[in-house]
């Protein structure tokens, strides 16, 4: 298995641009999950779909932010208009959820460096 | 509310000597807990859980954690460290009640084996 897959592994873009960031799930696997990793902030969550479906947005920080999940092998987070504070990995992790509570590991992807000047 | 504190930011061991990677939780009945390991520009790796039975898990890489539900800890624990290990070492939980929600992670512990 190829695992989780992300593009591009590194951007860097100017303030007020407008960034999509890919992700492309482990086949078979459920949930899906955007993470973004600063220094300052460690590893917080911005939204998770399962089936396709947003489950939980609470985590993304303004309406510059937005995800998709247009099916099972495929989700895009876009940032429109960039900012300097954007800067940071984001990740995408997938997981298969059982029926009920899951107990499954996450498998993350290499992550990408954003960088906004 | 689940939550985890890893209370140290870094933690230096030499080579060859035995490593620990603290981790405390919190969380409404019996806890489900990871542990992850990120390597420097990589995404995060999953080294091992718990979830039921014995409350030491054995898990990749010769690393092993120690489930202690009077003290809610699941420190991180390796006999004899290698210069290989040096990374980031991210602990996280869910409750068994929290139906499908998603992994609460600790700020994470920066650990550096010194040759």
């Known amino acids: 298995d190829a695992g989780v897959i992300q593009s591009p592994r590194h951007e860097v873009t100017e303030m007020g641009q407008e960034v999509t960031l890919r992700c492309k799930p482990i086949s078979g696997h459920d949930y899906l999950f955007w993470y973004r990793q600063t220094m300052m902030r460690g590893l917080e969550l911005l939204i998770y779909?399962?089936?396709?479906?947003?489950?939980?947005d609470s985590g993304m920080p303004e309406d510059r932010f937005s995800a998709k999940m247009p099916n099972a092998s495929f989700s895009t987070l876009k940032i429109q208009p960039s900012e300097p504070r954007d800067s940071a990995v984001y990740f995408c992790a997938s997981l298969v959820g059982t029926s009920g509570t899951n107990t499954g590991e996450l498998f993350f992807g290499e992550g990408s460096r954003l960088t906004v000047l | 509310a689940q939550s985890v504190a890893q209370p140290e930011d870094q933690v230096n061991v030499a080579e060859g000597n035995p490593l620990t990677v603290k981790c405390t939780y919190s969380v409404s009945g019996n806890p489900y807990l990871f542990w992850y390991v990120q390597y420097p520009n990589r995404g995060l790796q999953f080294l091992l859980k718990?979830?039921?039975?014995?409350?030491l898990v054995k898990g990749s890489y010769g690393f092993e954690a120690e489930f202690n539900k009077s003290q809610t800890s699941f420190h991180l624990k390796k006999p004899s460290a290698l210069v290989s290990d040096s990374a980031l070492y991210f602990c996280?939980?869910?409750?068994?009640?929290?139906?499908?929600?998603?992994?609460?992670f600790g700020k994470g512990t920066r650990l550096s084996v010194i040759a």
């Open positions: 996280a939980v869910r409750g068994p009640l929290s139906g499908n929600t998603p992994l609460v």
């Open positions: 718990y979830i039921t039975g014995d409350n």
């Open positions: 779909f399962n089936n396709n479906v947003p489950i939980d």
